[in-house]
């Protein structure tokens, strides 16, 4: 279910996706954010950035405000 923060944290993630492979430490000569507003299924993800380094690699970014002890099943 869609929290009010995530538009905020999604419009973020889209403004400025090279910023945040930065501050995450990841290195990649392109990034791209791809659609994954899928609003009638829980699980969606909040962010999905296609990135190119050596390889082309998808990064899954789930953001958090608070203690989720089964992030980890639900990313799965």
């Not at 973020?12 to 290195?27: M, P, Y």
């Not at 609003?39 to 962010?47: E, G, K, L, P, R």
Request: glycine share 6%.
């Amino acid at each position: 279910m869609s929290k009010s923060y995530d538009t905020v944290g999604k419009f973020l993630l889209r403004s400025d996706a090279e910023a945040w492979l930065k501050w995450l430490g990841i290195r990649a000569k392109t990034a791209s954010v791809c659609n994954v507003d899928l609003s009638t299924v829980s699980s969606a993800a909040d962010a999905l950035l296609m990135i190119e380094y050596e390889e082309r690699e998808a990064l899954h970014i789930e953001l958090q405000t608070g203690h989720n002890p089964s992030i980890g099943a639900q990313m799965l």
